[in-house]
């Protein structure tokens, strides 16, 4: 399935525009809109913001009162979207969020090294895995965000839950390109000898649950005789996600295999000669954890941040970040998380084997 994303001038980047500016245009007066711009009744809370009683959507979020001090989130890229969502809120509660942001594995191995003084209230990553495994070892908060109930419904975990996503794709430089690939296996044609650039799934979380998504869908013989090919034709592995696309945009190679396709969107926004095209054969569409910790220093803020990010006004900044968004009512830019063609594979058992599965994947390739 391609994605053509050089006309974007549909009618949802219509209603996802009409609804930035709805937002953006009334923040300034230091409030969190509806964001259909529909006439919401308004009041004023005790931090002298304004709020919201959206009317014309299930999801329209009010700030509650009495809220002050701060908010510490680790989040996972793309930090312009977790920086947004932190302004929006601050102007609707007067609640600073400090953010620490990093890769998945950084967040999780700082997160590892603080469990005898917490710092973080909520986390947001970039993989499903290591919030199920920090729910098992009690680490997470038993707490329902507000509109939860109506987000996909394999996006809620036990205590945490998706907030946006993304679709794994492949990432094509145009211009280096010897042809257009319409599936995984075609990287592993002569044309594509050492042009093909993975992830490492050591700091992507993202190409982790990729590799546990094709053995879930094809089994273990098949989904590693497909990456014997493409190493044995040059397929290179380094760094996180970001990397790999600046690598592939700069024409050092011609492909990422499995990046995050809101980058590659982003990118040709700004006029960078990628297209993205998602494999014939199935991808995934990974949910981006967040959860609050229950070690939380600060529970109240925290528990307000996350229901903000699952409202109508969150979403609609996760969607203009090239998100896929938890919220089926809430359209995304691009491409809608029921028309991308998935593997075979379910979340929690992802998790069950995807620390076994790295550690197979990184023996036989990259030891």
């Known amino acids: 399935m391609r994605v053509s994303t050089h006309h974007p ?5 219509l209603l996802g525009a009409v609804s930035l500016i709805a937002t953006l245009g009334l923040a300034g007066c230091g409030s969190v809109e509806d964001t259909n711009g529909d006439g919401a009744d308004n009041g004023t809370n005790n931090n002298g913001t304004t709020t919201s009683d959206t009317t014309d959507s299930d999801i329209g979020w009010e700030a509650p009162e009495d809220l002050d001090g701060s908010v510490t989130l680790y989040a996972a890229n793309p930090q312009g979207l977790n ?4 302004d929006e809120f ?7 969020v400090e953010i620490y942001g990093d890769t998945t594995g950084s967040i999780t191995a700082r997160l ?9 209230d909520v986390v947001y990553i970039a993989s499903w895995g290591p919030a199920a495994a920090y729910a098992k070892d009690g680490h997470v908060a038993d707490y329902t ?14 205590g945490f839950y998706g907030r946006d996503g993304s679709a794994l794709a492949l990432t094509v430089n145009t211009n280096a390109a010897p042809s257009m690939p319409g599936d995984w296996e075609d990287l592993t ?10 992830p490492d799934p050591r700091e992507s979380g993202t190409a982790r649950d990729l590799i546990a998504a094709m053995v879930s869908t094809w089994g273990k013989d098949e989904t590693w ?10 397929m290179d592995v380094q760094g996180a996600n970001g990397p790999a696309l600046d690598a592939v945009t700069a024409g050092s190679y011609a492909v990422v295999l499995g990046g995050v396709d809101y980058s590659a969107y982003s990118a040709i926004e700004e006029g960078e000669s990628l297209e993205v095209v998602f494999a014939d054969s199935g991808t995934m569409v990974s949910p981006r954890p967040f959860f ?74 990259l030891s």
């Open 145 to 158: 965000p507000e509109f939860a109930d109506s987000i996909h419904e394999d996006w809620r975990g036990d």
């Open 9 to 13: 001038t549909n009618h949802l980047h």
């Open 90 to 96: 601050t102007k609707a509660t007067g609640v600073d």
């Open 225 to 234: 005789e497909l990456f014997d090919e493409l190493f044995e034709n040059g």
């Open 189 to 198: 044609d002569q044309e594509f000898e050492n042009l093909v650039l993975m």
């Open 292 to 365: 609050i910790l229950e070690e939380a220093p600060n529970r109240e803020n925290a528990e307000a941040l996350v229901d903000f990010f699952l409202s109508h006004e969150g979403q609609t900044i996760s969607a203009e970040h090239n998100m896929i968004p938890a919220q089926p009512e809430v359209p995304a830019e691009h491409v809608d998380y029921d028309d991308v063609d998935l593997l075979d594979y379910d979340l929690d058992a992802l998790e069950d084997e995807g620390e076994e599965l790295l550690d197979e994947f990184v023996s036989r390739y």
């Open 83 to 86: 920086e947004e969502l932190a």
């Open 112 to 120: 590892d090294a603080e469990w005898d003084n917490p710092q973080a």
